[in-house]
């Protein structure tokens, strides 16, 4: 069982930076891989970046590659998602999400947060 709390959206400039944090509960934290996913309106949920249990691995897709950064700290219960070079299309509702995918960038995590809304502006 897993609770995920997303913070540090909020309304930035194209160009701009944002940082977002997913705090999890647990102590089988570290057994999970962690992932970030957003929610445009109107659209599907898509896959933004995931990172292993230990984060030996990392997977991004292909619109945030060179831009976003995910990590995270096992010590703190903690994953990070860096945004950098924020573009318009980047708006969406994202959402941290726990579990052991068959892949890393699948769709099958068993516990996800409420989401945190990041606008940028042109």
């Known amino acids: 069982q897993v609770q995920l709390v997303e913070s540090g959206g909020g309304l930035v400039q194209a160009g701009g930076s944002l940082r977002l944090s997913c705090a999890a509960s647990?102590?089988?934290?570290?057994?999970?891989?962690m992932g970030w996913f957003r929610q445009a309106p109107g659209k599907a949920r898509e896959f933004v970046v995931a990172?292993?249990?230990?984060?030996?691995?990392?997977v991004y897709a292909d619109s945030v590659k060179g831009r976003f950064t995910i990590s995270r700290d096992n010590a703190k219960n903690m994953v990070y998602l860096q945004m950098n070079s924020l573009k318009p299309e980047d708006t969406a509702v994202y959402y941290c999400?726990?579990?052991?995918?068959?892949?890393?960038?699948?769709?099958?995590?068993?516990?996800w947060g409420q989401g945190t809304q990041v606008t940028v502006s042109l």
């Open positions: 999400a726990a579990g052991n995918p068959r892949r890393l960038w699948g769709d099958q995590y068993d516990y």
């Open positions: 990172i292993s249990s230990s984060g030996g691995n990392t």
């Open positions: 647990g102590r089988t934290f570290r057994s999970y891989a």
